[in-house]
């Protein structure tokens, strides 16, 4: 698989400091490996299709193209899911 990032996480990714974001950004490089992936979780109602991974107290959501994981948002667990 490969892991694209949509603009809007890169943008979200960028202010974090840089352990975290070399956290999230090494949980992410797990998704190379789907579906042999742990602690990813399938989210439901509005959000159903899409995925979600954590590390901490970050996320990353996510969906599956083809071979692609596009990663859309990435934040602190507060208020990420409220869009």
């Known amino acids: 698989m490969r892991v694209?990032?949509?603009l809007e996480a890169?943008?979200?990714l960028d202010p974090l400091?840089?352990?975290m974001r070399r956290r999230v950004v090494n949980a992410l490089r797990r998704l190379r490996e789907w579906?042999?992936?742990s602690g990813v979780?399938?989210?439901t109602g509005p959000l159903a299709g899409q995925y979600?991974?954590?590390t901490g107290d970050y996320r990353a959501q996510f969906y599956l193209r083809?071979?692609?994981v596009i990663?859309?948002?990435v934040g602190h667990r507060d208020g990420f899911y409220d869009d």
Do not use: H
């Open 41 to 43: 979780r399938a989210l």
């Open 52 to 54: 979600r991974i954590r």
């Open 17 to 19: 400091p840089d352990a």
């Open 35 to 37: 579906p042999a992936v």
């Open 71 to 73: 990663v859309v948002k």
């Open 10 to 12: 890169v943008e979200q």
């Open 4 to 6: 694209v990032f949509a």
């Open 66 to 68: 083809g071979d692609e």
